[in-house]
């Protein structure tokens, strides 16, 4: 009798134990399931995840611009915002830009502003695709020791005269040419760039200001300006 109650002990005991393990055991499986069935979270897509700008290539063939292109190449290891992104790209779009021939750029340096910017490259391609074109003339603005103001063309000067600005003239068929001056003084950077060729920059500078005025229905909507030199690195 004594024999009998202790196997029921035992068959009790196990039978709980074995019930816990099957019971903890299916818990587990309900667990792994549930997980290995849970949807991750849709990705947002923003606008200008969708975004393409179709640019004319040199060959006449169309060139795909998109977010994704542009972070895995010219913009790459970047912070650029979506929003900065979507400028550029409609920037491109509109104006024709095609940024892997260097006529624009989307610049940003640490956590500064980024900035959209047109090459003074891109100026000369547009205003040469215009049929009344009929080419420019530019150089330096200098003055002698007398004070004695100067236009010169091109970008060399003489040694003991002092450089102080730049002209341009843009002329289009049957109109008057338009002439800009611009100052040295109000357009140096400082930059290691403006140190070196001073006369190379400023005549540049004017050449871009003479051809926004000469075609303001195709450039003037193209604010900003650099030099391939500025960001070569």
Excluded at 142 to 171: H, K
Aim: aromatic content about 6%.
């Amino acid at each position: 009798h004594e024999h009998s109650i202790s196997n029921d002990i035992i068959t009790g005991n196990t039978r709980q134990t074995i019930s816990n393990q099957i019971k903890n055991k299916v818990m587990s499986e309900i667990q792994n399931v549930a997980a290995t069935q849970q949807v991750a979270p849709a990705q947002q897509v923003s606008i200008v995840d969708k975004m393409v700008a179709t640019i004319k290539g040199i060959d006449g063939n169309d060139v795909k611009i998109n977010k994704r292109i542009l972070m895995d190449t010219i913009c790459k290891g970047m912070k650029v915002s979506d929003s900065d992104m979507a400028q550029f790209i409609t920037l491109c779009q509109v104006n024709q830009l095609n940024p892997f021939l260097r006529e624009a750029y989307l610049v940003k340096y640490g956590d500064a502003p980024s900035q959209m910017i047109v090459s003074k490259e891109a100026f000369m391609k547009r205003a040469d695709r215009c049929a009344d074109f009929e080419g420019i003339e530019s150089g330096v603005i200098v003055v002698n020791q007398e004070g004695v103001v100067q236009n010169l063309v091109g970008t060399f000067f003489p040694q003991g005269l002092t450089l102080v600005g730049g002209w341009c003239d843009v002329y289009r068929k049957n109109r008057r040419p338009y002439r800009q001056t611009v100052s040295l003084q109000e357009y140096d950077k400082k930059q290691s760039t403006w140190k070196q060729l001073p006369a190379t920059m400023i005549r540049k500078v004017a050449e871009v200001q003479a051809l926004r005025e000469a075609f303001p229905n195709t450039l003037s909507g193209q604010i900003y300006l650099i030099f391939p030199q500025h960001i070569s690195n």
